[in-house]
T-cell receptor, first 112, second 110 residues
Framework: DGGITQSPKYLFRKEGQNVTLSCEQN?????MYWYRQDPGQGLRLIYYSQIVNDFQKGDIAEGYSVSREKKESFPLTVTSAQKNPTAFYLCASTDLGTETQYFGPGTRLLVL | QKEVEQNSGPLSVPEGAIASLNCTYS??????FFWYRQYSGKSPELIMS????GDKEDGRFTAQLNKASQYVSLLIRDSQPSDSATYLCAVNYYGQNFVFGPGTRLSVLP
């Protein structure tokens, strides 16, 4: 059953804590993306990666970090430098042949 | 700065009517265009993709693209209450990044 999985579904962060959001895909897509969505807002690009061991900053990369050690995995770390992390985080991957982007189910991050 | 604009809505239509959702984009180099549906609290799901000028139909959905006017639209025929959601327009530039519009909230009234 092919698709994109994200975990956890909900994540709580304490002040000063780093947290990592998981994203895995078995679609054999080369490109992967992280977006942030705030209530009533559109999607904003955090980071993207088009190939293993390479990634680029998006529009709102400050306070976030990523790695791409495997084609299937693109974890996102929300660092303590991100002062307003409460949001819905969406991972996506792209079929470069059809230029179509597919989304995982999302992780909702809340601050305690 | 590449931009994609949509009316935020809400757009309210009665059940069985045609819902018309509109999107404009700023960069003439845009190559491919997508409509996503997002239910409250869920992730976006792909409805339609369109790559060339004209209409593309899939069931009750029709996407329309006019590159000269930098305009893409989505028509939903025989609207159902289950179509009530936010519809996101997305534009892909040269196979690189996607730019998403803010979304239009559609409410189909029974």
């Amino acid at each position: 059953d092919g698709g994109i999985t994200q975990s956890p579904k909900y994540l709580f962060r304490k002040e000063g804590q780093n947290v990592t959001l998981s994203c895995e895909q078995n679609l054999n897509h080369d490109a992967m993306y992280w977006y942030r969505q705030d209530p009533g807002q559109g999607l904003r690009l955090i980071y993207y990666s088009q190939i293993v061991n390479d990634f680029q900053k998006g529009d709102i990369a400050e306070g976030y970090s990523v790695s791409r050690e495997k084609k299937e995995s693109f974890p996102l770390t929300v660092t303590s430098a991100q002062k307003n992390p409460t949001a819905f985080y969406l991972c996506a991957s792209t079929d470069l042949g059809t230029e179509t982007q597919y989304f995982g189910p999302g992780t909702r991050l809340l601050v305690l | 700065q590449k931009e994609v604009e949509q009316n935020s809505g809400p757009l309210s239509v009665p059940e069985g009517a045609i819902a018309s959702l509109n999107c404009t984009y700023s960069d003439r180099g845009s190559q491919s265009f997508f409509w996503y549906r997002q239910y409250s609290g869920k992730s976006p799901e792909l409805i339609m993709s369109i790559y060339s000028n004209g209409d593309k139909e899939d069931g009750r959905f029709t996407a329309q693209l006019n590159k000269a006017s930098q305009y893409v639209s989505l028509l939903i025929r025989d609207s159902q209450p289950s179509d009530s959601a936010t519809y996101l327009c997305a534009v892909n530039y040269y196979g690189q990044n996607f730019v998403f519009g803010p979304g239009t909230r559609l409410s189909v009234l029974p």
